[in-house]
């Protein structure tokens, strides 16, 4: 089974601070994805990666940052932790290529608080 | 991006089967229709995915309609272990592949 992992269940930071959080896949997927959720806005994509060292942004990338340095691992970073970044932050995977088939796994993700 | 509208709540009792419809009127011709679902405290998970003709699978099945506007997941016999919210999503090129995600159905499961 695919496993795709997530450094933390739960964080509290507070405003100003450098925040990472990592995700983990073993699955040799090429694809590797950041979302936030909030209440009612269901799942709103950050930035994905296809490869080592590639990135694209997503729909809300600002105040956000990614790093892909090898396969299996993608950090998402906030700079400077603000409170309206409060949320569920999910990882996800997947195989690469064209097509539409592929589906996406998902970690359990991270519920960060900032204060 | 194609859209999609799911009620935003249902209920069934336990061990009867549901529909939960998804109508995606906006849907172009290679649009995949995909299917997730978010068990409480948890990641999404894929469900299903289809794109012109009914798809069975383990957890499943999916009805798409004759001219793709809408689709409907059925779970022939759902136990509260079902209870999640359910995601419709249409897959497209134009998206660069993405997943574009909506508010998804919230399924209570009666026992």
């Known amino acids: 089974d695919v496993k795709v992992t997530q450094s933390s269940r739960y964080l509290v930071k507070r405003t100003g601070e450098k925040v990472f959080l990592e995700c983990v896949q073993d699955?040799?997927?090429?694809?590797m994805f950041w979302y936030r959720q909030d209440p009612g806005l269901g799942l709103r994509l950050i930035y994905f990666?296809?490869?080592?060292?590639?990135?694209e942004k997503g729909d809300i990338p600002e105040g956000y940052s990614v790093s892909r340095e090898k396969k299996e691992r993608f950090s998402l970073i906030l700079e400077s932790a603000s409170t309206n970044q409060t949320s569920m932050y999910l990882c996800?995977?997947?195989?690469?290529?064209?097509?539409?088939?592929?589906?996406?796994?998902f970690g359990p993700g991270t519920r960060l608080t900032v204060t | 991006d194609a859209k999609t509208t799911q009620p935003n709540s249902m209920e069934s009792n336990e061990e009867e089967p549901v529909h939960l419809p998804c109508n995606h009127s906006?849907?172009?011709?290679?649009?995949?229709i995909h299917w997730y679902r978010q068990l409480p405290s948890q990641g999404p998970e894929y469900v299903i995915h289809?794109?012109?003709?009914?798809v069975n699978n383990r957890m499943a099945s999916l009805a798409i309609a004759e001219d793709r506007k809408s689709s409907t997941l059925i779970l022939h016999r759902a136990t509260l272990r079902d209870a999640a919210v359910y995601y419709c999503?249409?897959?497209?090129?134009?998206?660069?592949?993405?997943?574009?995600w909506g508010a998804g159905t919230k399924l209570i499961i009666k026992p």
């Open positions: 699955m040799d997927h090429e694809n």
């Open positions: 906006t849907i172009s011709g290679t649009d995949y």
């Open positions: 289809g794109l012109t003709s009914n």
């Open positions: 999503i249409l897959r497209s090129m134009d998206s660069n592949y993405q997943l574009i």
């Open positions: 990666s296809y490869d080592v060292k590639m990135k």
């Open positions: 996800a995977s997947s195989l690469a290529g064209g097509s539409l088939t592929y589906e996406q796994y």
